[in-house]
């Protein structure tokens, strides 16, 4: 990543490789294995409803851009 350039979280997904977004993608289906869901608004409402999926799914996608992508997280409320 370009210093000093931010980028929203998003958009730098969507300008993955798609090598890299299954990679991602992967990892997170590994967390999301366990779970017992037929579709994508159970999942949401499974992951919303619960704070430690959310912790590791988050840390995830922290782990993935600061290590792979050495990009700096900034956050704002």
Same mark, same amino acid.
């Given at each position: 990543?370009?210093?000093?350039?931010?980028?929203?979280? !998003?958009?730098?997904?969507?300008?993955? !490789? !798609?090598?890299?977004?299954?990679?991602?993608?992967?990892?997170? =289906?590994? =967390?999301?294995?366990?779970?017992?869901?037929?579709? =994508?608004?159970?999942?949401?409402?499974?992951?919303?409803?619960?704070?430690?999926?959310?912790?590791?799914?988050?840390?995830?996608? @922290?782990?993935?851009?600061?290590?792979?992508?050495?990009?700096? @997280?900034?956050?704002?409320?």
């Amino acid at each position: 990543m370009t210093s000093g350039q931010f980028r929203p979280v !998003p958009q730098i997904l969507l300008e993955l !490789p !798609p090598a890299e977004q299954q990679k991602l993608c992967d990892e997170a =289906i590994a =967390i999301l294995s366990h779970l017992d869901w037929t579709d =994508i608004v159970q999942l949401t409402a499974l992951v919303m409803g619960n704070a430690s999926l959310q912790q590791k799914l988050t840390a995830v996608l @922290i782990n993935y851009l600061s290590k792979e992508l050495r990009a700096e @997280i900034q956050y704002r409320e």
